[in-house]
């Protein structure tokens, strides 16, 4: 009995945070045994990844590498499924099952392993179990007859804008897809925060006032039914 040979190599990553200096070592690896290497992302090919940085951004949605020989695709970040939404694609292909291409695809690979990312706080399992420690009790609370009716659709309406929030937060993190390809050194490269600080000032205030357009229509009906 012998193994079958394998005609290429394939593997699949989870979302990988990256930076300048990871996408170097990358990038000598795959020079060093593949010579000529393409960069590109979904739209056009450029001559080095500072000429990308100057026209996308210091951060990437997508960033791909490849060779001619060996055949090598490897894709970093996240691709385009709608305007709005993106999905991770990050991937390592390496055509040719010899020896030597064999070593560059377990060496690259066992490399984007150790940068492979872990979710935010907010979207893992202590986030969604903080979630539901904070609504739960609030539900509790409110299904009570003992409780003025005011009271209640106070709780209801903080029970609907935490559920509403953490929705709207998960949605504006991960319509971008969970990796970073950033083409700065780890260094400068921004928080979380100060990256999507817009986005989640807007969320937050839109998640206020929906709650507050809320609580007034329950409050406004509350009244009506107590006057009749």
């Known amino acids: 009995m012998k193994e079958i040979p394998r005609d290429d190599y394939h593997y699949i990553f989870r979302p990988l945070r990256l930076y300048r200096e990871d996408i170097d070592e990358v990038r000598g690896m795959l020079e060093k045994r593949c010579g000529q290497i393409t960069i590109s ?48 694609s990050n991937s390592l292909y390496v055509s040719d099952g010899s020896n030597e291409n064999e070593y560059l695809f377990l060496k690259v690979r066992d490399y984007l392993r150790t940068r492979e990312a872990q ?13 539901g420690l904070l609504v739960l009790p609030l539900n509790h609370l409110i ?3 003992h409780i003025s ?13 935490s559920l509403i929030l ?38 937050i205030i839109a998640a206020i006032i ?13 009244s009506l039914r107590s006057s009749k």
Not at 120 to 131: A, D, E, M, S, Y
Not at 154 to 159: E, K, L, P, R
Request: glycine share 8%; charged share 20%.
């Open 143 to 145: 299904s009570h007859s």
């Open 41 to 88: 992302d979904e739209s056009y090919i450029y001559n080095s990844l500072d000429e990308m940085k100057s026209r996308r951004g210091p951060r990437v949605h997508l960033l791909k590498l490849g060779a001619k020989n060996p055949y090598v695709s490897l894709s970093l970040g996240a691709r385009k499924i709608s305007r709005l939404y993106r999905d991770d």
């Open 210 to 222: 929906g709650g507050a357009i809320t609580l007034l229509i329950q409050w406004i009906i509350s």
């Open 166 to 203: 953490y929705d709207l937060l998960f949605f504006v993190y991960a319509s971008k897809g969970f990796s970073i390809v950033s083409l700065e050194p780890r260094k400068g490269h921004p928080s979380f925060w100060a990256r999507n600080r817009d986005e989640l000032v807007r969320t």
């Open 149 to 161: 009716a005011l009271s209640r659709s106070i709780g209801a309406t903080i029970v609907f804008c």
């Open 119 to 131: 979710l935010p706080r907010f979207v893992n399992f202590w986030g969604i179990l903080l979630v």
